[in-house]
């Protein structure tokens, strides 16, 4: 598939590679979401292209079409780096603004372009939605809005390029993008501005869709609402419905609750939610859903519900107690990397479904009596989306076996329908609506009798009917959009398996609905009967393999060229405008080209031994300074870091060098990292400085007789040779062990200045004054720490977060430290209530000397505000003796100590955000108010904290009592264009009675 890849796209792009790429194909999702190259978050991310090394990171599907697609638009954005990286390097070649300086639409689209081409009924239904609303976005908005999907748009607005400019005209403009910007770009190569490039753009789209719209239902009336989005300017997932077999509940994942996709079971007469499996809220037994390939499925009883999960770096299937509230069994499929698309049989007894091994995708059958699976069809093909007749004794499935199919050409044919006889495992390939057209989602009819299916015949998915007997063929469905979910293999419909009930979700507002369609209303609109193409030798099981008999064909519909890599709906409900391009388009030529560049045989690649070996990944910038002449001489500073790693991230050394000071101040590090097994461990070693710097006040030296100013440089450095040890747990929960050696040793330069009566320097000394000899130690470190909150944009809103861990340290230093850290955070739209209980101590013979670590300081804002050290007056102390130099201050001395606890609570208000995150809504600076409270009480080793005493005024100023300290007051958080979070607050502390409510300031986010 690469190959002919880039035999495409490197004579289209102008371009050459100088140097092999990387492609790291990983067998499913899962093991791709586990990938040590670069973070994945979620399900959505289909592949990604690293730029470091252009490296192409992604999963085999289950789906060749959908791995040969992810595959072209991951190696678009390879040539595109590429581009970018030559050019910048090119003599002469002046300004480059690089691809991340490019706005989505124009990275994302291109890419989506050059591997999709102008057929695409998914896009052309985020068209049809958008020009019915007359909301087509501006290539201005496409640029800032984050409400408009770059891909999709992106896509529709590079075919219109395509087609009014030819297909050149696209890699001209990226190319001239890179020097110029995207506005200057379209100018110089389109002689056109952006804003007339819009609208230009845009009464293309209304021309070509509105004229279809006629004789079709809007979105919100073409059934009984069941599940409406929320938010009128939608852009909510209702997706994946899965209805009970008495059709009275509904179970569907829904982004109602901003953060992620959840799993809900409504009332399908009222649409009113009445359970909701997982919250943001809670821990979850499971890492996270699986929802946008599969769905749901009930059994017969309508009590239970199977649906997918992602656990321990699998895909596997859970059965919930939908009355009882809690999950009662797990299917064990250790062997299979993915197991989706659960379907439970009449009987109870079995669930089919869809699992991966490899990368290829089958049929499988667990026998929930004896928990036990086995395998039901065989061969590379597709296998998808098992349902259940009614009797028990057939599946009906969704395959890529069929016309146009062949995969030693690796071409691939439409998905189709089949038929599975669970007894003889025999397959019967079902008639298809049009030649081309996608055949999706199959749910049986009560009767058994016929097949209720998503379609795209017309260039719009809409919900069909097929009698399995005679073929005939009807629609139930006429949505000016589309009944689709996230992606065209997405579930979109289910039928009740006593009721005929159908629910399905319905794209509106670039969101979700979901209705219902009752009695009648089910059978649809007779369109003629659906078409059998015979499929020769597609599928190894040839010998099981039958095709229904041919019936009448229906007219019109889609079309798919033998032999092409894209199947090519030409109704115009699928095609972007415009319609009637005015050149012949390059990418539609190659696109129905599956010979060019594809390697004779398999024999042409030679396997090789993985080899493990590191390569530069970056240079971070270097710098440099030198200072000459002054109070301390010659001095410099300045850094530099290299990173390292091999193909797969698994090993990974980073160096750090850094100056400061002079020869004696250079410090480094360097540390590897090995993330190949689950369990992950890094060694370091190195060496760091800490300067710090103090000056005297002036005072008359007698020797010199003169006065004198002594500037002090003292110095701390620590040597060092540890290693770390980590084991996730799951993806919220780690266990943290580490040993570090250590040597700690001291350094003081004390310069001398003499000043005659006019301060002006008059000579100077240099002297090097005794210090503590140097200590050697051992640090050990084991924690437990979780983490399943949510972070909004100034704070965690969501979930909560905990580390456990204990500190030793033996040698000539001996020291126990301990942390107890828990946070939580329950978020009720759109305020969080937020709370926090710490404990760190430190114990053990050198836990107070000061000579080794300050005190802790309670007073810290990250812990109690409103004490903070600056904000302390010597008139709030109070002096227990008079006439000496020895003065007590109760008001500071609490807030030091070995050990600390501290409680806090808050109520954060999103002031200003995006929409559900922000009372005023704005994409700029999200703004977080939160009234809070915070209390804490600091002690050392031998003392009693007091922590149920609360005194306040003379009491609080002159007891020397361990006593806790307690604010309370505002705080008004802001996000700095995401590179930091100021806080600022208004305290009153109850503990200081000199001193009112005030302000302070930190640089942190939020606790």
């Keep these: 598939m690469a190959e002919r890849w880039y035999a495409r796209l490197s004579p289209f792009m102008r371009h050459q590679f100088t140097e092999r790429k990387s492609i790291i194909l990983f067998a499913d999702q899962p093991d791709f979401q586990q990938n040590n190259i670069t973070l994945i978050e979620g399900e959505g991310t289909g592949g990604v292209t690293e730029s470091a090394r252009q490296r192409v990171v992604m999963p085999h599907t289950g789906s060749y079409w959908d791995t040969h697609h992810v595959l072209g638009h991951e190696l678009v954005h390879v040539f595109q780096y590429d581009i970018a990286e030559k050019l910048a390097a090119a003599p002469g070649s002046g300004r480059s603004i690089g691809l991340n300086g490019l706005p989505l639409w124009l990275v994302e689209g291109m890419a989506e372009y050059l591997s999709l081409g102008r057929d695409d009924s998914n896009t052309s239904m985020w068209l049809r939605d958008a020009a019915r609303r007359n909301d087509v976005p501006t290539i201005k908005q496409l640029t800032n809005d984050p409400r408009y999907f770059p891909y999709r748009y992106g896509q529709a607005l590079w075919a219109y390029v395509g087609g009014r400019y030819g297909d050149q005209a696209v890699v001209d403009v990226y190319r001239s993008s890179l020097r110029y910007g995207f506005e200057g770009a379209i100018r110089r190569v389109l002689d056109v501005s952006t804003d007339q490039l819009s609208k230009d753009w845009a009464q293309a789209i209304k021309d070509a869709y509105l004229p279809q719209l006629g004789g079709r239902t809007a979105p919100d009336s073409t059934a009984t609402m069941v599940i409406r989005q929320r938010s009128k300017r939608g852009s909510e997932y209702n997706v994946s419905p899965s209805i009970s077999p008495d059709g009275r509940r509904v179970a569907f994942y829904s982004s109602r609750d ?159 329908l089949a038929e599975l006889d669970v007894a003889s495992r025999n397959i019967r390939l079902l008639p298809i609506p049009a030649p081309g057209a996608k055949s999706v989602n199959p749910s049986y009819t009560p009767d058994g009798q016929s097949i209720v299916f998503v379609s795209d015949r017309t260039g719009f998915n809409d919900v069909y009917r097929m009698e399995l007997a005679t073929g005939a063929l009807s629609q139930i469905t006429h949505v000016q959009t589309g009944v689709l979910g996230v992606t065209s293999l997405s579930p979109a419909v289910s039928v009740a398996r006593n009721t005929g009930r159908i629910v399905f979700s319905v794209f509106d507002r670039q969101g979700n609905d979901i209705e219902r369609l009752d009695g009648d ?279 909560a977060r905990y580390r456990l861990s204990y500190s030793p340290t033996v040698g000539q230093i001996q020291l126990n430290e301990a942390i107890a850290d828990y946070r939580r955070y329950w978020f009720a739209r759109p305020v969080t209530f937020a709370i926090r209980g710490l404990h760190y101590g430190r114990y053990g013979r050198d836990a107070q000397n000061d000579s080794i670590s300050y005190p802790i300081y309670l007073g810290n804002p ?4 409103g004490y903070d050290y600056n904000s302390i007056d010597p008139s709030e102390c109070f002096s227990s003796t008079t ?81 806790p300290v307690v604010s309370a007051g505002i705080s008004a958080r802001i996000n700095l264009f995401g590179y930091a979070v100021l806080e600022t607050y208004y305290a009153y502390p109850f503990q200081r009675p000199d001193k009112k409510a005030h302000f302070g300031f930190q640089l942190a986010p939020g606790w």
């Design 258 to 416: 901003l953060f992620g996709i959840e799993l809900y079971v409504a009332d399908v007469e009222s649409g009113k939610v009445i359970k909701q499996l997982g919250s943001i809220n809670s821990a979850r037994h499971y890492d996270a859903l699986s929802f946008i390939q599969t769905g749901g499925s009930w059994s017969p009883d309508g009590r239970s519900l199977a649906y997918v999960v992602y656990e321990n770096g699998d895909q596997t299937v859970h059965i919930y107690d939908v009355d009882a509230g809690h999950e009662t069994r797990k299917l064990k499929t250790p062997q299979l990397g993915t197991a989706a698309d659960p379907a439970w049989s009449p009987d109870g007894r079995y669930i089919a479904f869809s699992g991966t091994v490899g990368g290829i995708s089958d049929l499988y059958l667990y026998d929930l009596q004896n928990d036990t699976y086995e395998k039901l069809t065989t061969g590379r093909e597709s296998e998808l989306q098992p349902a259940w007749s009614p009797d028990g004794k057939r599946i009906a499935f969704v395959t890529d076996r069929g016309d146009g199919t062949n995969l030693d050409r690796l071409t691939f044919g439409p998905m189709r």
């Design 521 to 799: 209303a089910t059978r649809g609109t007779p369109v003629g009967n659906a078409l059998a193409v015979a499929s020769p030798g597609v599928a190894p099981d040839t010998s099981r393999v039958a095709v229904a008999q041919p019936v009448n064909p229906s007219p019109g519909g889609a079309t798919n060229t033998t032999g092409t890599t894209q199947p090519q709906p030409a109704a115009p409900g699928g095609r972007l405008p415009p319609f009637t391009p005015r050149y012949t388009s390059t990418i539609e030529g190659y696109l129905a080209d599956a010979s060019t560049g594809l390697p004779a045989t398999t024999a042409d690649f030679q396997p090789r031994e993985y080899s493990g070996a590191l390569h530069l990944d970056y240079i971070a910038p270097p710098t440099f300074g030198v200072q000459t002449g002054g109070f301390y001489g010659t001095q410099f500073g300045g850094g530099v870091a290299f990173g390292f790693s091999d193909q797969l991230g698994n090993n990974n050394l980073v160096t750090i060098l850094q100056a400061q000071g002079d020869v004696k101040d250079i410090g480094g590090e360097v540390m590897y990292t090995n993330l190949k097994h689950r369990w992950n461990y890094a060694l370091l070693a190195g060496r760091i400085p800490y300067l710090y710097a103090y000056q005297t006040a002036p005072y008359i030296d007698q020797q010199a007789q003169s006065y004198a100013i002594q500037q002090g440089i003292y110095r701390l450095y620590f040597d060092e040779v540890g290693g770390i040890l980590q084991y996730p747990l799951s993806i919220s929960k780690r266990l943290e062990l580490g040993v570090t050696g250590i040597r700690q040793s001291y350094g003081l330069d004390v310069y001398t200045y003499y000043l005659n009566s006019f301060g002006q320097v008059i000579g100077q000394d240099r002297s090097r004054p005794p210090v503590p000899p140097s200590r050697m130690y051992a640090q050990g470190q084991v924690a437990f720490v979780g983490d399943y909150s949510t972070f909004g944009f100034t704070s965690p809103i969501a979930g």
């Design 862 to 865: 990250q812990f109690v505000r």
């Design 883 to 963: 006439n000496t130099s020895t003065a007590q201050c109760p008001i500071f001395d609490r807030l030091l100590g070995s050990r600390i606890a501290v409680a806090s609570a808050e109520l954060r208000i999103p002031l200003l955000g995006v929409e559900g995150l922000g009372l005023i809504r704005t994409n700029f600076l999200p703004v977080e108010i939160a009234p809070f409270v915070d209390a804490g009480v600091a002690w050392n080793q031998g003392e009693s904290p007091r922590f149920g005493r609360f005194v306040t005024g003379q009491e609080a100023r002159v007891s020397t009592d361990r006593i």
